[in-house]
DNA sequence: ATTAATATCCAAAGCGCTTTGGATAGCGTG
DNA sequence: CACGCTATCCAAAGCGCTTTGGATATTAAT
């Protein structure tokens, strides 16, 4: 019942080879046998099977990315879209996306294996951090993949990411340009990169104003659900709050925080927040931004790079820094002086 | 450099038979030998080509799901959860997810693909319809399935679903209960199974109660961005307003509609929405909703159940229907009555 | 007409694994 | 000592495709 090469070859009368040749467009067959194979084909519902194909020419067709366990969808209600810019922009190049699963604390050995096993073509390497194992065996193995994330490395390699230090800066120099002194921020913890370069941009403006950054209102918020919520509830508390904050992830538990005490825009404190608020939360009012292309643009521009790679562009090439703007809103404006 | 199963064996001076026998856990292998082959394999890197492996035994250990172009996150600010479910629960049994991506004009022409490319061994089928030619096509080619909903069909197979029947039932129940008469359906499009089902309960209530559906309280709206919000838009603009309203979907549309329309729960329009609304998403107030355990337990039950059918277990013994029930909120009450 | 070039096709050798169908050796039984 | 059993191992045959290295027929060049 199932058709494979040999016997359509056989129902047609050709050799494998022809038959092969025919159909994956070598210019080694006459125009009227081509024609005759691909009818065939199409009239028996022939499909190469892909395993037979993939070991014969080493290639997949697959790019590989791995999930580490229950922390992949926290703080990132958004990921599900890179992930479907990435699968519908490497379908035009008939690729697949193959996502595997990994024990956070066994995730470079879940590298390794993936990459022995030859199941993939490419591998995207997500939430890179300042400095990223990953990265280095990567290169050692000298494997074809992609980072979503700069990380520290002398050996170029092609990556996406944002200019979190342009942005961390350009929120900075806002509010201080509005007169604030009291600046908080709320970050992310420090081994992920993005955190690390938005804190440092933050910390310049603040420097290059002349400000001590004031190591209280620097406060780390772990990456889970609550993580925000509590860091800016603790800032609320404080004796002397800060004039202005500056949330640099998990906006939606921040903005729950200051719903929570009775915070309006224009009631005090302002607020500058990383990334927009989705679409699919409502608000009365428009949150002043750092703004960058996320969601399916930056699947796709994954996707693009993986192509990229494979085809042997040259990797210090390979690069794009999406530098942010900001998106000014009603949250913030200057510091209300008492007295 | 590359160490296979050839160069392993010969440095062991043994067979390929016996060192595949021996990592395999095949018992026609002594112990001594079993310890030596693992040994050398642990100490060599030695990773088994999954192709060939793929080859050889006809399964990929992958699980395939296809995503539409463009609609795949549209109306399911979830749905990164469920395939998250899906990958941990796959990752479990040494299995992996293949994102496959499709246009949605010819879906059907890519199950045909993956399925007789061999690429998986399994396929979750989502979004089904009421009429799902998909899982015709999986039956008739005999291949492993699970649908995420279920559809019309005489033979038995696979499918976790919600019992959305009962949902709109109860939903309408407890307006009814309340004193509402004039109750309101948004409703995705009917093709949808789940919107079908939801429907059905809905209407099938109050023709207990004796009332006839009116068709002008009965509106669809489009499975994007705005379509549950304009749906409200226009249900608040009649001239005779129902008193009460039920979202079988895109809550957070409805809930902006009614927002800009200055409704606040108990100011005279019921509310019931179908889910839960996210954490994400801040509210003053708790809606009442249709509850179902969705998410990452989801995919998990999905997971669950594909393995279930590799493992041939009956098919008509793989049902997994999640009964929904009722969480009050302040957003519905007895019918204002005016005069 | 002869030779060289070209177009067209094919047999067979992999790709790296699993698995079938023995082969060999050790060992207790009668 | 012959026999059957079990334990252990191996050679070789696939799995279904691509690709190498010819072979043969056809056409162009001399």
């Not at 009818?39 to 190469?48: D, F, I, K, T, V």
């Not at 990994?102 to 591998?123: H, K, M």
Request: charged letters at 20%; a negative charge.
């Amino acid at each position: 019942m199932k058709v494979n090469l040999k016997t359509l070859s056989e129902s047609l009368g050709l050799s494998q080879t022809t038959v092969s040749r025919a159909l994956n467009g070598y210019s080694e067959v006459s125009e009227r046998t081509r024609q005759r194979v691909m009818e065939a084909a199409e009239r028996l519902g022939y499909q190469p099977n892909s395993q037979a194909r993939q070991l014969a020419t080493g290639r997949t067709d697959t790019i590989g990315i791995v999930f580490p366990f229950s922390v992949s969808t926290i703080g990132d209600i958004r990921f599900g879209e890179v992930v479907s810019g990435i699968t519908e922009r490497l379908a035009e190049h008939n690729l697949d996306l193959l996502i595997h699963s990994a024990r956070p604390d066994a995730e470079l050995e879940t590298y390794r294996r993936l990459i022995d096993s030859r199941r993939v073509d490419a591998l995207i390497v997500t939430r890179t951090r300042v400095d990223d194992p990953r990265i280095g065996l990567l290169q050692e193995r000298n494997y074809p993949f992609v980072a979503y994330g700069r990380t520290q490395s002398r050996i170029p390699y092609a990556w996406f990411d944002f200019d979190n230090e342009t942005g961390g800066r350009l929120a900075a120099e806002r509010l201080l340009a509005l007169g604030h002194r009291r600046i908080a921020l709320v970050h992310a913890p420090l081994e992920m990169n993005f955190a690390m370069q938005r804190h440092a941009g933050f910390v310049a403006a603040l420097c290059a104003a002349g400000i001590e950054p004031d190591p209280e209102l620097i406060v780390e918020a772990p990456a889970d659900r609550t993580g925000g919520y509590q860091a800016v509830r603790k800032l609320l508390a404080m004796q002397q709050p800060p004039t202005a904050l500056l949330v640099d992830n998990n906006a939606i538990g921040a903005l729950r925080a200051l719903g929570d005490c009775g915070w309006k825009p224009g009631s005090g404190l302002s607020l500058i927040v990383y990334d927009s608020i989705p679409f699919e939360i409502p608000l009365t009012y428009k949150v002043t931004s750092v703004m960058q292309p996320t969601g399916e643009s930056t699947g796709q521009a994954l996707a693009d790079l993986v192509v990229d790679v494979l085809a042997g562009k040259p990797l210090d090439q390979l690069h794009q820094l999406k530098v942010p703007y900001i998106d000014p809103g009603e949250t913030d404006g200057p510091p209300i002086v008492f007295g």
